[in-house]
Nanobody, 123 residues
Framework: QVQLVESGGGLVQAGGSLRLSCAAS????????MGWFRQAPGKERRFVAA????????YTADSVKGRFTISRDNAKNTVYLQMNSLKPEDMAVYYC????????????????WGQGTQVTVSS
């Protein structure tokens, strides 16, 4: 099991930037694929981005492609989500998750989740 703690959320104006961090503890962090999901009120949790533990390859949802970047620092047991050019529709609770499987896009593939961090974008 991996324990995950997100940070870095907050209030930002449209067009601004935030960097979310997810600190992991527990089992070997570097052996897990890591993902970011988001959930807006009344909506299902949706994939945002993921990064492979083995290749470092990244996967990004079309809705955030070119604006959001996922990265990881295995030495610090941390995964990041750099969010630029934020839009009001990006407003949601953002969750970090860890997966031992190779299916990056679906919440059910992830066994460990953080508590979430709120991102609010004002127009």
């Amino acid at each position: 099991q991996v324990q995950l703690v997100e940070s870095g959320g907050g209030l930002v104006q449209a067009g601004g930037s935030l960097r979310l961090s997810c600190a992991a503890s527990g089992r070997t962090f570097s052996s897990y694929n890591m993902g970011w999901f988001r959930q807006a009120p009344g909506k299902e949790r949706r994939f945002v981005a993921a990064i492979s533990w083995s290749s470092g390859r990244t996967y990004t949802a079309d809705s955030v492609k070119g604006r959001f970047t996922i990265s990881r620092d295995n030495a610090k047991n941390t995964v990041y989500l750099q969010m630029n050019s934020l839009k009001p529709e990006d407003m949601a609770v953002y969750y970090c998750a860890a997966s031992a499987s190779g299916n990056y896009y679906y919440p059910r593939s992830y066994g460990d989740w953080g508590q979430g961090t709120q991102v609010t974008v004002s127009s």
